[in-house]
């Protein structure tokens, strides 16, 4: 199984989530509403859920392995702080144009 794409779907700046992120699966198979959350001590992803009758959240989508975990983890994390260099720098970009 390979993770060919990532698309962060929306920032937050506000609480403790981040960011919602699709991933895309060899190309064939989409994954939404990944999560970005910040926790205590370090961003985590949080896999799609539902409610059960309980009340109690699901996981509708969840990687087997610590393996295939960290794989996404790491892969989604990349691309959320690449995203954010991105438009750190469009903003610099944006307030140095204005200051010349």
Do not use: C, W
Not at 37 to 48: I, N, T
Not at 69 to 81: C, D, P, S, V
């Amino acid at each position: 199984m390979e993770i060919t794409d990532v698309k962060i779907r929306k920032i937050m700046s506000e609480g403790r989530l981040r960011a919602v992120v699709s991933v895309t699966l060899d190309e064939m198979l989409a994954v939404h509403d990944i999560k970005v959350v910040q926790g205590d001590e370090r961003l985590f992803v949080a896999m799609p859920s539902r409610k059960d009758e309980n009340g109690v959240f699901r996981d509708i989508v969840h990687p087997i392995s610590p393996s295939a975990r960290k794989l996404f983890e790491q892969t989604i994390l990349e691309a959320y702080e690449a995203q954010l260099a991105a438009i750190e720098a469009e903003e610099a970009d944006a307030a140095e144009e204005i200051t010349e």
